[in-house]
Nanobody, 124 residues
Framework: QVQLVESGGGLVQPGGSLRLSCAAS????????MGWFRQAPGKEREFVAT????????SYAGLVQGRFTISRDNTKNTVNLQMNSLKPEDTGVYYC?????????????????WGQGTQVTVSS
């Protein structure tokens, strides 16, 4: 059983930056592909980014490509999401997720474990 705890959310002005972190425990971290998803009020949860267990492969949603960067530290069991040039439409609850495979995709159903989420609000 893997436990995930996100941190780093908050209120930021448009154009600003935030760095989200997710701490994992309870499993061999490098065996899990990790992902970030987000959910805005009244909308379905959507894919943001994913990184393979080895960190060799990353993938991003088109809406965040070039602005967000996903990374992981397998020695610290953490995965991060650096978010730059934030826009109001980036507002939502951001969730960290782990998939019991070395690489994973864009669908929530591919992920087996989820954190509780952290709120990101982009507003002036």
């Amino acid at each position: 059983q893997v436990q995930l705890v996100e941190s780093g959310g908050g209120l930021v002005q448009p154009g600003g930056s935030l760095r989200l972190s997710c701490a994992a425990s309870g499993g061999t971290f490098s065996r899990y592909a990790m992902g970030w998803f987000r959910q805005a009020p009244g909308k379905e949860r959507e894919f943001v980014a994913t990184i393979s267990g080895s960190a060799m492969t990353t993938s991003y949603a088109g809406l965040v490509q070039g602005r967000f960067t996903i990374s992981r530290d397998n020695t610290k069991n953490t995965v991060n999401l650096q978010m730059n040039s934030l826009k109001p439409e980036d507002t939502g609850v951001y969730y960290c997720a782990a998939a019991s495979r070395l690489s994973s995709g864009v669908y929530p159903r591919e992920y087996d474990y989820w954190g509780q989420g952290t709120q990101v609000t982009v507003s002036s």
